[in-house]
């Protein structure tokens, strides 16, 4: 792989000390002693081998060299055809799910520009936050200044149990995961996750 080019090793026990002493211990279990390995190259980069070896001492002959060599090729070919198309199954996901981001924005967008109707709007947005985010449920909650709470306005995935538990147990700055964000004080608005 490092020349890119076919190696032919009539007898490995010829050459294991001086040119392949890494290869002693796998040598010693295999027990082969003729190896023919080429490279498979990508527009000339070497992106793995195929390896024939014989236990006995018999070199291949060019016809075998030649032949290695093909199926190297066809190799690289067959590898290249599934990057491709794993590149492009990958592409169409991301388009995928580009739409659907953009139907689900556009759904949101339809809600709130067709009423006024705040949870009616909350519900879809929070509906489309979980569909696009493969979540099992979620909640939009609203910070309520006075009383320095967070209390849920909509959900979408809940068990209504979970529902009537959010409900009468609002959360506190500081209490749990959904009030660890920071509000400014002045203004009530979000202002950065921390």
């Given amino acids: 792989m490092i020349d890119r080019c076919t190696v032919h090793v009539e007898d490995i026990l010829t050459r294991l000390e001086t040119d392949f002493p890494d290869a002693k211990p796998f040598q010693a279990i295999v027990g082969f002693r003729t190896i023919l390995a080429t490279p498979l190259l990508r527009e000339g980069v070497a992106i793995g081998a195929i390896v024939t070896r014989r236990t006995e001492v018999k070199p291949f002959s060019q016809k075998h060299i030649d032949l290695l060599k093909t199926f190297a090729d066809q190799s690289v070919i067959a590898i290249e055809n599934v990057r491709l198309f794993k590149e492009l199954q990958s592409r169409t996901q991301e388009l995928g799910r580009s739409v659907e981001q953009l139907r689900s924005l556009a759904g949101v967008s339809q809600a709130v520009n067709s009423t006024l109707d705040l949870d009616q709007v ?4 929070v509906a489309q936050a979980v569909e696009l985010s493969s979540a099992d449920g979620g909640a939009v909650y609203e910070f309520n200044e ?4 967070f209390r849920p306005r909509a959900t979408y995935g809940y068990p209504q149990d979970l529902v009537k538990t959010l409900l009468a147990t609002p959360l506190r700055i500081g ?3 959904t009030a660890f964000v920071r509000f400014s004080k002045m203004e009530g608005h979000l202002l950065e996750p921390s």
Avoid: N, R, V, Y
């Fill in 122 to 125: 909350l519900s879809t947005i």
């Fill in 146 to 149: 006075a009383t320095g709470e």
């Fill in 175 to 177: 209490e749990g995961a």
